[in-house]
């Protein structure tokens, strides 16, 4: 099981992460409680070992900015968290330019893949670039880390309906008391979390997070 820890905001978090056993870290670069300077994810990942996912996290963003971000914080993924269109997501690589390898992971709330399946409309472009996407609960109109879980048994059905095109993510009120339920439930290639392994926000209780990547790896042993 890939797991994510997001909210990344400081060295000591994020090589606590990696000793728990995280694949993949994940920084904020939009208006958020949990927002980060390049800069300071740049000194972050360069301290990560080879074979850590470093994520950034844009809302809304131009390809220029997002270009930029990548470059200074060494970046090996973004992870789109507003409203843009998997049409944008697709084409993102190719605008990147010269950033050919990174991983493309737009975020898809409930709200918007119920909307999707009911109007036919669920239909990733493999060919393209895209080949994860991210389930969210989007509560409150928060872009994430509400931590706010949602139906995850309603949430199944969704799931079946591009789980065989694409590798998905499940992120929204995730715990290490829940965790497994949600994979058992879901049967996700990964999972996200930031504000339940945290003591505040930004900051990570290192004992949860621990706590977290054991829960979820473990059951995906089971």
Known sequence: MWVKICGTTNLEDALAAVDAGADALGFVFAESRRRVEPSVAAHITRSLPDGIERVGVFVNETVEHIREIVEEAGLTAVQLHGEESLDFAANLGANLGPIRTLRLIPVLPIPRIREMVATGGVVVKLNRGIDTVLIDSAAQGKKGGSG?????????????????????????????????????ILRPWGVDVASGVEREPGKKDHEKVRAFVKAAKIRTCD
């Open 148 to 184: 706010q879980t949602w139906d995850w048994k309603m949430g199944k059905f969704l799931l079946e309906t591009f789980r065989d095109s694409v590798k998905t993510i499940v992120a929204g009120g995730l715990t290490a008391a829940n965790v497994a339920d949600a994979i058992r």
